[in-house]
C-alpha cells in the first residue's frame, strides 16, 4: 500500500555494512505491463542519492534535508513514469551520514541523532489496466560498500574511482556478489512523522570557475576561485592509477600563500580522489560541502590547468529577486558580499556560517536578517519548511530555542534569539501577504508572549540571560533592557498580527501588553529624566522600535548622535544593535549619518572588509585587520551574514522601497536623496509585480524614476504625493516650488 493511499509509509529503512564506507542498494523488478503513472518518494535518516535505470532521480542535493529527527523526517517526490523501462528495472540508493548520524551537532559532536544512515524509498506504479504496485526497501534489496570511502558534511569526502561500480543502477547488472541489506529494528527510536517535504531542496546554482593558481610549496596549488562560496568542487584531471588527490577548502590565505583554516576548528573539511587511471576524469563529491573560496591541492602531478578546479555554488533553490546598483563601486561590492552571504547560508535551514564545525540555524541572526533576506528571495518555500523546524524545537513552556533545528546549546527564550518566533511570521506576512505564515503557529506564539510577560522570566527580567549584543565593541547593552524592548516591539506586532486575523480580544490584550512593556522599558532607559544606558544599540532599539514618545524620544536620538559624534562617526554595535541602527537614524531624520555609516572605510565598516577583499559578510568587524591578522580563531567565520542586515536600510531608506501594506499591495517610497552617490537604483521581484527605482542627481537637484505594480505614496523634499500603478518621474530642485511630477515628455528627456 503507499503512502497517498493509506497516509502511511510502508516502505522499510534499510543500509548495509557499519563501516566509513558509503552503502550502494539496489533492487531489481520487472514491469510487464502499460505503466500510465509511476511516482517515487524517498528519504533518508542521512543525506541520499536516489537512482533509477542508470541514473540520478531529481536535481536535488543532501536529500532529504535536515530536520530534527526525532519529531518528523521529510519525503521527496518524483514522477518517474518517462523513465520505467518494459522488462527490467532498478531502483538505487546511495546513503551518507549527513546531519543524522555525522560529525554534526554543537561544535562538531558526531551522531546527534543517530549512529548509522539508513535509506527508504516506496515506487508507486499504476498501470494502464487500473492495476497498481508498490516497489519498497525492504529485506530483498541488496547493499554493497562501493567507491565512496567516507562522507561527512564536516570532515569531507573519499572517493576511490578504482572501485567504482560500472552499470550497478542498470538492468542486467550481475549483483550477486553484493550482500543482504540490515533493515532498522521497528523498536528503535522512529520519526513521529514521515512527511512530504514542505520547502525548497538544495541544488546547484551556479559554478565559480578558477580566476588564478599559485604554488606557495613544492606539490601544493592553491586555485582561487574569487569568491567566498558554498559548495563544493569539481575535480578534472589526466593521472595515472592510484594517485591520490588531495582537497583542502579554506576562505583566507596567509601571509605566506598557504591556506588559512584554523578558523575551521574540528571541521576538516578535506576531500580525497585516488584516480582510476583510465584517461581524463571528472569527479564532484556528493554528501558533503564546505564554504571556501580558496582550494589548496596536493599530488597533482605538473602543473594544472585553471579547469582543474571548479567551484560548485550549492544553496536551497530559491528565485532571486533584488537588484541594487549605485555610483559608489565599493557599496555595489558590499551588496554583492550581503548576497553571497545570504546564499551560502541559506542552505536548508538559516546558518550562521557555512565552514567551521557549527553551521547552526541560529535563531538570533534568522531573525536579524529575515527582512534582508525577503528582498534578496523569494523565501516562502524555505520558511515553510523552516517555521515547523522552529516550531518542532519550542519548550513545553514556550520558549523559543537559540537555534533550530534545537541541537542543545544555551536554551529557550533568550532575548533577541527567541523573538524570532514572532518576528519571522510578522516579516513573512508582510513580504508576501500570506497569513498561512502566522495562523498555524498563533497559539503557540500566543505562549511564547505569556512566558515573556511572566514575573522574573529570563528573557527581560531581573536575572535574564542572553548573547546580549553579540559581539559589540566596547558598549555592553543589559541584556534585561535588550529584553524588555524586544517584549514591547513582540507585543506591538502580535497587535498588528491579531488585527489581520480578526482576532479582537487578542488584539487588545497585545495593546495592552505593548503599553505596559513600553513603561518598563522607559523605566529601565530614563531614571531622572537622564538616559542612564548609553549605548548605540539601546539607543537605536528605542527608537527603532518606537518605544518612546516626546521629550524622551528626542533624548534618545540626541543621545544617539553624541555616541556616534564620541565615536568618530564609527558604529559600536553588534549583532543586535547593527540591525536597527541605520534604520533609527533615518526614521529620526539623520539619513546622513546612516550615510556616512555604509560609506565609512576604516575599522568597523563593512567597506573596511571590502577594501581587505572580503566577497562575503564577516562573522566580527576585525575578522582580519592590517595591523593584527586574523582574529580569534575560536569563532572567526569570513562568511557569517547577520552584519548584511544593512541590506534592509539600503533597499527601504537609501533606494526607498518598502512595503505600505502586506504583501506590497500597496508601496510607500522614501528615497535618501544625498549628494554622497551619484546614482542609485534597486528593483525587487515582490508578489504584487517588480518594482524598480532610479535616482540620480541631475543640475543643483535629483531626477527620481519610480515603476510600481501598485498604488504608492511617494514622499520626496516638499513633495508627498500618491500615484497609480505605472511609470512615474519626478523632478526634485533646492527649491521647494520646484519639486513636481513630470509629464511623459519631460521625463524622456530627463531620464535619456
Known amino acids: 500500500m503507499s503512502f497517498n493511499e493509506q497516509n502511511k509509509w510502508t516502505a522499510e529503512w534499510i543500509r548495509c555494512g557499519w563501516n566509513p564506507a558509503v552503502p550502494y542498494l539496489r533492487k531489481s523488478f520487472s514491469v510487464d505491463k502499460m505503466v500510465a503513472t509511476a511516482v517515487v518518494r524517498v528519504t533518508a535518516l542521512g543525506v541520499c542519492e536516489l537512482r533509477l535505470n542508470g541514473g540520478k532521480v531529481g536535481d536535488a542535493q543532501l536529500l532529504p534535508g535536515w530536520t530534527d529527527y526525532r519529531k518528523r523526517v521529510y519525503f521527496h517526490s518524483y514522477d518517474v513514469t518517462d523513465r520505467m523501462n518494459a522488462g527490467e528495472n532498478v531502483i538505487g540508493g546511495i546513503i551518507a551520514p549527513g546531519w543524522f548520524a555525522g560529525y554534526f551537532g554543537p561544535f562538531g559532536d558526531k551522531g546527534y541523532y543517530g549512529h548509522d544512515a539508513w535509506f527508504s524509498a516506496e515506487l508507486d506504479i499504476h498501470y494502464a489496466d487500473g492495476t497498481a504496485e508498490t516497489i519498497c526497501t525492504d ?16 570532515m569531507g569526502e573519499t572517493y576511490d574511482a578504482r572501485r567504482k561500480i560500472p552499470g550497478w543502477d542498470l538492468p542486467g547488472f550481475d549483483d550477486s556478489a553484493w550482500g543482504a541489506v540490515n533493515t532498522l529494528d521497528p523498536h528503535e527510536q522512529l520519526p513521529a512523522f514521515i512527511e512530504p517535504f514542505p520547502g525548497e531542496a538544495v541544488k546547484t546554482v551556479a559554478e565559480c570557475p578558477t580566476v588564478a593558481v599559485t604554488h606557495p610549496e613544492p606539490d601544493r596549488h592553491v586555485f582561487d576561485l574569487g569568491q567566498n562560496m ?6 578534472k584531471l589526466n593521472v595515472s592509477a592510484g594517485t591520490e588527490i588531495v582537497i583542502k577548502h579554506g576562505e583566507m590565505l596567509n601571509p605566506d600563500g598557504t591556506l588559512y583554516t584554523e578558523n575551521l576548528r574540528s571541521a576538516k573539511a578535506i576531500d580525497r580522489y585516488i584516480a582510476k587511471g583510465e584517461g581524463e576524469e571528472v569527479w564532484q563529491p556528493r554528501f558533503t560541502f564546505h564554504g571556501f573560496r580558496y582550494v589548496e591541492v596536493y599530488g597533482l602531478p605538473g602543473e594544472p590547468s585553471f579547469d582543474t578546479v571548479t567551484g560548485v555554488v550549492w544553496m536551497s533553490g530559491l528565485q532571486e529577486t533584488a537588484m541594487f546598483e549605485c555610483s559608489d563601486e565599493k557599496v555595489n561590492q558590499l551588496f554583492s558580499n550581503i548576497q553571497w552571504g545570504f546564499r551560502g547560508n541559506y542552505l536548508d535551514v538559516p546558518t550562521d556560517c557555512p565552514q567551521r564545525d557549527e553551521r547552526l540555524g541560529w535563531t538570533g541572526d534568522t531573525q536579524i536578517f529575515i527582512r534582508s533576506a525577503t528582498y534578496l528571495a523569494d523565501l516562502r518555500p524555505f520558511y515553510n519548511k523552516w517555521l515547523v523546524d522552529l516550531h518542532d524545537a519550542q519548550h513545553e513552556n514556550g520558549g523559543y530555542p537559540d537555534m533550530a533545528p534545537f541541537m542543545g546549546r ?30 498555524p503557529w498563533w497559539n503557540s506564539m500566543k505562549k511564547y508572549m505569556e512566558l515573556i510577560s511572566s514575573d522574573g522570566n529570563l528573557h527581560n527580567g531581573p536575572d535574564a540571560v542572553s548573547y546580549g549584543d553579540w559581539l559589540n565593541i566596547g558598549e555592553e547593552t543589559p541584556v534585561p533592557l535588550i529584553g524588555l524592548a524586544y517584549r514591547a516591539y513582540d507585543a506591538h506586532l502580535m497587535a498588528e498580527m491579531a488585527s489581520a486575523m480578526g482576532e479582537s480580544a487578542d488584539e487588545l490584550r497585545f495593546q495592552s501588553l505593548e503599553q505596559s512593556s513600553r513603561r518598563l522599558f522607559k523605566e529601565t532607559f530614563i531614571e531622572d529624566e537622564k538616559i542612564v544606558v548609553k549605548t548605540q544599540t539601546a539607543c537605536a532599539l528605542a527608537i527603532a522600535m518606537d518605544l518612546l514618545e516626546g521629550n524622551d524620544y528626542q533624548k534618545a536620538c540626541d543621545c544617539l548622535v ?13 549583532f543586535v544593535g547593527t540591525a536597527y541602527l541605520c534604520p533609527a537614524l533615518t526614521k529620526m531624520g539623520r539619513s546622513d549619518l ?52 544593512v541590506c534592509e536600510w539600503m ?13 506590497f499591495r500597496t508601496l510607500e ?63 526634485v530642485l533646492p527649491d521647494d516650488e520646484e519639486t513636481c511630477q513630470l509629464s511623459s515628455t519631460e521625463a524622456a528627456g530627463l531620464t535619456a
Not at 553624541?562 to 553588534?574: A, D, F, P
Open 410 to 439: 544555551m536554551g529557550h527564550g533568550q532575548a533577541a534569539w527567541a523573538d524570532a518566533g514572532i518576528i519571522c511570521p510578522y516579516v513573512l506576512w508582510q513580504a508576501y501577504g500570506d497569513l498561512g505564515f502566522i495562523r
Open 651 to 663: 533597499f527601504e531608506s537609501l533606494a526607498g522601497i518598502k512595503p505600505g501594506s502586506p504583501g
Open 230 to 235: 558554498v559548495g563544493v568542487v569539481r575535480l
Open 562 to 574: 553624541k555616541l556616534l559624534e564620541k565615536n568618530k562617526g564609527y558604529l559600536s554595535t553588534g
Open 594 to 645: 546612516a550615510v556616512e555609516l555604509v560609506l565609512n572605510e576604516g575599522h568597523p565598516s563593512w567597506l573596511y572588509e571590502v577594501n581587505n577583499g572580503a566577497t562575503t559578510i564577516w562573522e566580527r568587524w576585525n575578522s582580519w585587520t592590517k595591523d593584527n591578522g586574523f582574529g580569534d580563531v575560536g569563532m572567526n567565520s569570513f562568511n557569517h551574514y547577520a552584519f548584511g542586515v
Open 139 to 154: 529485506a530483498d534489496w541488496k547493499g554493497v560498500e562501493g567507491p565512496i570511502l567516507s562522507a561527512d558534511l564536516l
Open 669 to 731: 517610497v522614501e528615497p535618501c536623496l544625498t549628494n554622497r552617490f551619484d546614482f542609485v537604483k534597486a528593483s525587487y521581484d515582490s508578489v504584487a509585480g517588480p518594482v524598480s527605482i532610479h535616482w540620480k542627481k541631475k543640475g543643483a537637484g535629483y531626477v527620481v524614476e519610480l515603476e510600481t505594480p501598485v498604488p504608492a505614496t511617494i514622499r520626496l523634499p516638499y513633495l508627498t504625493e500618491t500615484v497609480n500603478a505605472g511609470r512615474h518621474v519626478f523632478r
